[in-house]
């Protein structure tokens, strides 16, 4: 890709000219973005590069150790891997409001954070993986402002003790864009092909309280819900799909006993932004597959159902 190539040069001497000789740190979220801003800044300035990945224990189904792997053994990229997941479960038990939710996954990230950026010795950049639409969103999210709408996005949001400068080389592309750049570093299709995932993640997909057993349920219902797609052949034809699991409990039966268990929702949209969505038509045998398998595979769910709410008025996510 011409574009991409010469965009991946410029972009290489910027940072150059941007940081100098100085340290830089990356926050890797275990998404594509922070991956791809990660990769390139490796390239521009090498070894003066350390990424600190905070495991919150919300990401999907074996992504984290993905993620280390891919920046340790392929990359080689010098790596800090905290181990964050009992602190995060800890920080929201008990907390069901949606943005308070959003609030203490933000704010403990960044804790978490500062302090493994300041053992980093005369670190004086902070590199993100920031997108146009985050840009955009930020200044004027459905016409409100972003703390209100997505508290964690933080773009420009910095809390004053960081007292770091930002490097964002990503900050004029759009998803597809960022795919292709990370295609031209050479990450796999299937890795850059990855739908786009919430900072604050599966805690947004678990409406009401967040325990470390509905976590579990939801990551091993959501990658059948993504296998199955992917066997499909339809995983590329989606901008997002990912399971919910609903507070709500339904009466079922097995064999010759009720059952009364919790019900997942499953949802899809096609986008080319995020910013507006349709739902995604399914062939039903596909959701039919996905409700068979889930039932019968997770344990604790009954029922599946599928969200047909186009954005807007529905968001994508269901928190
Ligand atoms: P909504 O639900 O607002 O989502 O239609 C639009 C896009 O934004 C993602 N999203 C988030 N991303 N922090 C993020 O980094 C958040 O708090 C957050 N909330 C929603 C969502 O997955 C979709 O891609």
Same mark, same amino acid.
């Given at each position: 890709?011409?574009?991409m190539s010469?965009?991946?040069?410029?972009?290489?001497?910027?940072?150059?000219?941007?940081?100098?000789?100085?340290?830089?740190?990356?926050?890797?979220?275990?998404?594509?973005?922070?991956?791809?801003?990660?990769?390139?800044?490796?390239?521009?300035?090498?070894?003066q590069?350390?990424?600190?990945?905070?495991?919150?224990?919300?990401?999907?189904?074996?992504?984290?150790?993905?993620?280390?792997?891919?920046?340790?053994?392929?990359?080689?990229?010098?790596?800090?891997?905290?181990?964050?997941?009992?602190m995060?479960?800890g920080?929201?038990?008990?907390?069901?409001?949606p943005?308070?939710?959003r609030?203490?996954?933000?704010?403990?990230?960044?804790?978490?954070?500062?302090?493994?950026?300041?053992?980093?010795?005369?670190?004086?950049?902070?590199?993100?993986?920031?997108?146009?639409?985050?840009?955009?969103?930020?200044?004027?999210?459905?016409?409100?402002?972003?703390?209100?709408?997505?508290?964690?996005?933080?773009?420009?949001?910095?809390p004053?003790?960081?007292?770091?400068?930002?490097v964002?080389?990503?900050?004029?592309?759009?998803?597809?864009? $960022?795919? %292709? !750049?990370?295609?031209?570093?050479?990450? +796999?299709?299937?890795?850059?092909?990855?739908?786009? &995932? *919430?900072?604050?993640?599966?805690?947004?997909?678990?409406?009401g309280?967040?325990?470390?057993?509905?976590?579990?349920?939801l990551?091993?219902?959501d990658?059948?819900?993504?296998d199955?797609i992917?066997?499909?052949?339809?995983?590329?034809?989606?901008?997002q799909?990912?399971?919910?699991l609903?507070?709500?409990k339904?009466?079922?039966?097995?064999g010759?006993?009720?059952?009364?268990?919790? $019900?997942? %929702? !499953?949802?899809?949209?096609?986008?080319? +932004?995020?910013?507006?969505?349709?739902?995604y038509? &399914? *062939?039903?045998?596909?959701?039919?597959?996905?409700?068979?398998?889930?039932?019968?595979?997770?344990?604790?769910?009954?029922?599946?159902?599928y969200?047909?709410?186009?954005?807007?008025?529905?968001?994508?996510?269901?928190?």
């Amino acid at each position: 890709d011409w574009s991409m190539s010469a965009f991946r040069e410029e972009m290489v001497a910027k940072i150059r000219a941007q940081v100098g000789t100085g340290k830089v740190i990356c926050g890797l979220s275990g998404g594509v973005d922070s991956s791809v801003a990660a990769i390139l800044i490796h390239e521009a300035i090498g070894e003066q590069l350390t990424c600190v990945f905070v495991d919150t224990g919300l990401l999907r189904k074996n992504e984290g150790e993905q993620v280390v792997s891919l920046f340790r053994n392929h990359y080689n990229i010098p790596l800090i891997h905290v181990q964050a997941q009992d602190m995060f479960l800890g920080a929201l038990a008990g907390e069901s409001d949606p943005e308070k939710k959003r609030k203490t996954i933000g704010k403990l990230f960044i804790d978490v954070f500062d302090k493994e950026a300041g053992k980093i010795d005369g670190a004086e950049f902070l590199a993100q993986g920031t997108l146009y639409p985050d840009v955009v969103e930020s200044i004027s999210p459905h016409g409100g402002p972003s703390t209100v709408i997505k508290s964690h996005h933080n773009v420009g949001g910095l809390p004053d003790y960081m007292k770091l400068k930002l490097v964002e080389p990503l900050r004029e592309l759009f998803k597809d864009e $960022v795919r %292709a !750049l990370g295609r031209e570093l050479g990450l +796999d299709a299937a890795f850059v092909g990855r739908h786009p &995932f *919430p900072g604050p993640g599966l805690a947004i997909r678990i409406p009401g309280e967040v325990t470390p057993e509905k976590v579990k349920t939801l990551q091993d219902a959501d990658a059948i819900y993504l296998d199955e797609i992917r066997k499909a052949g339809l995983y590329n034809d989606i901008w997002q799909a990912f399971a919910v699991l609903l507070p709500v409990k339904t009466v079922g039966v097995m064999g010759d006993a009720r059952t009364y268990e919790d $019900v997942l %929702a !499953l949802r899809a949209v096609t986008s080319s +932004d995020g910013m507006t969505a349709d739902f995604y038509e &399914f *062939p039903w045998a596909v959701l039919g597959r996905c409700a068979t398998r889930i039932v019968n595979e997770v344990r604790g769910v009954n029922r599946v159902v599928y969200d047909v709410t186009s954005k807007p008025p529905g968001t994508i996510e269901w928190e």
